[in-house]
């Protein structure tokens, strides 16, 4: 009887007592996330031609809770905000095939609706002329790639918050 007692209780198992310590942290994890009040569903539009660094925004907004677009070129961009209403935040690549984002910032603030949209430019150009062009044409912020992701979460809900 004993025995039986031991193979049940984790703190006196080891095998178990590691699976449970495991689960605990995790878990706590999921319910803090889940108690957050989401950001009303603030949507953000990602104009990036690298699909793995697409797909890795959309992730880490996602995860965030905010409805995520997704353009893989400056065409697709394009389309987009002429036969859609207004996200709350673009980030939006430099160099895109097709389209450039410079050209699309330029579209951007002069289309009925979308004229007020924050726009963060995300590029591998590091040139103080490329910046100085990028808010010059209108883009409210510009981060380097490669970016940190706490950083750039924190600048888009800075700016979503701020979005009519």
């Not at 603030?42 to 699909?51: I, N, Q």
């Not at 002329?129 to 970016?147: E, M, S, T």
Request: aromatic fraction near 8%.
């Amino acid at each position: 009887m004993p025995e039986q007692a031991l193979d049940r209780d984790p703190r006196r198992d080891p095998v178990r007592a590691r699976f449970h310590q495991k689960l605990r942290p995790a878990a706590y994890i999921y319910s803090v996330r889940m108690t957050q009040p989401p950001l009303d569903r603030a949507s953000v539009l990602v104009v990036e031609d690298d699909d793995n660094i697409s797909h890795m925004l959309k992730f880490m907004l996602e995860r965030e809770q905010y409805r995520v677009s997704l353009a893989l070129n400056g065409r697709i961009a394009k389309t987009f905000i002429e036969s859609n209403p207004p996200p709350s935040v673009i980030l939006l690549d430099v160099m895109l095939p097709f389209i450039d984002g410079f050209e699309l910032v330029g579209l951007i603030r002069a289309t009925a609706g979308w004229h007020s949209v924050p726009i963060i430019m995300l590029t591998a150009k590091t040139q103080e002329q490329d910046a100085v062009r990028a808010l010059d044409a209108g883009a409210n912020d510009y981060i380097h790639k490669p970016f940190a992701p706490k950083e750039l979460l924190a600048r888009v809900r800075r700016y979503a918050r701020s979005s009519p």
